[in-house]
C-alpha cells in the first residue's frame, strides 16, 4: 500500500511496450502510464462512480503483478485528510 499526495494517469501507454501498466512513485505522488483503452475503461468507471483495478507489469510476467485499486469510499473519516 502506497500513500500519495497525487495521482497521474497517463494513457500514452503503447500495447507494444510490453507492459499491462507500469506505476512509478513521482516525488510524494504516484503516476500510472496505461493505455488508451485502460484510460477510456477508467474514465467510464469514474463517471459510474465504480471501482476499478489496473494491473501493472509486463504482459509475459507470470504471477509477479503490481495493482494499481481505485476504490470509493462510503465513510470518509477512513481516508486522507491531507
Not at 511496450?17 to 477510456?40: C, N, W, Y
Request: glycine share 8%; proline share 0%; hydrophobic share 35%.
Amino acid at each position: 500500500v502506497t500513500g500519495a499526495s497525487f495521482v497521474v494517469f497517463n494513457g500514452a501507454l503503447k500495447t507494444s511496450s510490453g507492459f499491462l501498466a507500469k506505476s512509478s512513485i513521482v516525488e510524494d505522488g504516484l503516476m500510472v502510464q496505461i493505455t488508451r483503452e485502460t484510460m477510456e475503461s477508467l474514465r467510464q468507471a469514474l463517471r459510474d462512480r465504480k471501482d476499478f483495478k489496473i494491473t501493472c507489469g509486463k504482459v509475459d510476467a507470470g504471477d509477479v503483478k503490481e495493482y494499481v485499486d481505485i476504490c470509493w469510499v462510503e465513510n470518509e473519516e477512513k481516508t486522507n485528510k491531507g
